[in-house]
């Protein structure tokens, strides 16, 4: 249990990113602010602008917008590379309107960081980064190359040169760290979503193996009455036939295969467990199952259940899908790194129900206990391995089994043990939360829909 980055799973990369609508709608309102401020400046405040030059460079973004429009349909979604040029193309149309209106003595110089958040929170890194180096050489240019603001009886409106110099740190550093704010924030967000679906498919697909497991519970009950007719009639007709070798052998054959059926459909039964029967369990009972994949894999783990509790008082539990796919990750990390033993303590009060679940391992890095339970913690080790060569961590799996428990009600509790003990997680649940103590009537078999 000391490397906990995560399995290696590759997030699905989806090339269709955004939606042209969503962008043409996102220029018209940029359209309607910057007609509205330059008509503001023209008839409230009385500035000589290059009005017509002005209007026409929002008329080249008007006119993309309906050839947009048009032409493509209103589901289009745009690929990395045509979302860059889009996002490209309204910077540079800000860039030219800032120059024909002041430069860096425009106080909406600001709004250039606009494009770059925009493509740090859709865009890949690398093209954030393009992105961000543009806006810093427009910047740049507007410190030096821009047509002056003048009022309508020819005086220039500027700024003090050091207030200027100051507006142009400022827009660099919010170009720097807007854009990387924003990508950490929206990586997190992603990994965030790809670990929940990661969670999401481990559930279903523990779901759909009790569900199996109900399918073929029910099979070796509703089969169990008529191989039991084959095999009696098959052995009255090995008596009967005991002067008849050739077919006493054919109806002792009839019988061997039914038994072997009996046999298959009683070791398929074991995994049957969504029987109505079945699906509560004592609580020791139902720790053991999540474990018992991992029993043969070469590390000892070994079960104390109750301590000195009275074992009549052990709570009966649901066999909830979640439990058992959380628990079941926990032990197999810990049959992962310990060197030869687990264990795995079971304690219940009359308020609570504690599991422990410990290694001889190494145990948790001590920089990395209060992150565990993060989806994709990465913690690249200097050389691999040799226990687990290739292996990168239960990152992952710890944040499903961190999911699933939490949800079922469970608190977990990630630290690292004294002496001969490794890793230890602890996990425990309000005993009213997972205890069931009314057992419904079990009601009449009925086919199971697919």
């Not at 821009?146 to 220039?156: A, K, M, Q, S, V």
């Not at 043969?296 to 899908?321: C, E, N, S, W, Y």
Request: hydrophobic share 45%; aromatic share 6%.
């Amino acid at each position: 249990m000391t490397d906990i980055s995560p399995d290696p799973i590759t997030p699905s990369v989806n090339t269709q990113l955004i939606r042209l609508r969503t962008l043409i709608l996102l220029r018209w309102w940029a359209i309607a602010g910057q007609a509205s401020a330059l008509l503001a400046a023209d008839r409230i405040y009385k500035l000589d602008l290059e009005i017509g030059l002005c209007f026409l460079v929002i008329g080249v973004s008007v006119a993309s917008n309906l050839v947009a429009s048009f032409v493509f349909s209103e589901t289009k979604r745009l690929s990395e590379q045509d979302a860059l040029l889009v996002v490209l193309f309204d910077m540079l149309q800000l860039g030219l309107l800032l120059y024909l209106t002041g430069g860096m003595h425009n106080p909406f110089s600001i709004l250039i960081v606009g494009p770059v958040t925009v493509s740090a929170s859709a865009l890949s890194g690398r093209a954030t980064l393009f992105l961000g180096v543009v806006a810093i050489i427009i910047v740049t240019l507007l410190m030096q190359f821009y047509l002056p603001l003048r009022t309508e009886d020819g005086f220039i409106l500027q700024v003090p040169d050091i207030f200027r110099f100051g507006n142009w740190v400022a827009i660099v550093i919010a170009v720097v760290f807007l854009g990387v704010y924003s990508r950490r924030i929206v990586q997190e967000i992603r990994a965030m979503s790809d670990a929940l679906q990661a969670t999401q498919m481990a559930l279903a697909r523990e779901q759909k193996l009790t569900d199996l497991g109900g399918v073929v519970a029910a099979a070796a009950h509703e089969l169990g009455t008529p191989l039991a007719t084959i095999k009696l009639t098959s052995a009255e007709l090995a008596e009967e036939l005991a002067d008849r070798p050739d077919l006493r052998e054919d109806a002792l054959l009839i019988r061997a295969q039914a038994d072997r059926c009996r046999d298959i459909l009683r070791s398929m039964g074991r995994a049957g467990k969504d029987d109505l029967h079945l699906r509560r369990a004592p609580l020791t009972a139902l720790v053991e199952e999540a474990a018992e994949p991992h029993i043969g894999r070469g590390k000892d783990i070994r079960f104390d259940h109750g301590g000195k509790a009275d074992p009549m008082t052990q709570p009966t539990v649901l066999r909830r899908p979640e439990i058992i796919h959380g628990l079941r990750n926990l032990v197999q990390n810990a049959v992962d790194f310990a060197c030869t033993t687990v264990s795995v303590e079971t304690r219940w009060t009359k308020d609570h129900i504690t599991l422990r679940i410990m290694d001889d391992g190494r145990g948790f890095p001590p920089d990395m206990i209060g992150r565990i339970g993060e989806p994709f913690i990465r913690r690249r080790a200097p050389a691999p391995d040799s226990r687990r060569p290739g292996y990168e961590g239960m990152g992952l799996g710890l944040f499903i089994a961190k999911t699933l428990l939490e949800r079922s009600g469970a608190n977990l509790t990630f630290a690292n043990g004294a002496d001969t003990v490794g890793a230890l997680v602890e996990v425990s649940w309000p005993r009213a939360v997972l205890e069931v103590s009314d057992i419904p009537s079990l009601g009449e078999n009925r086919p199971i829909s697919g």
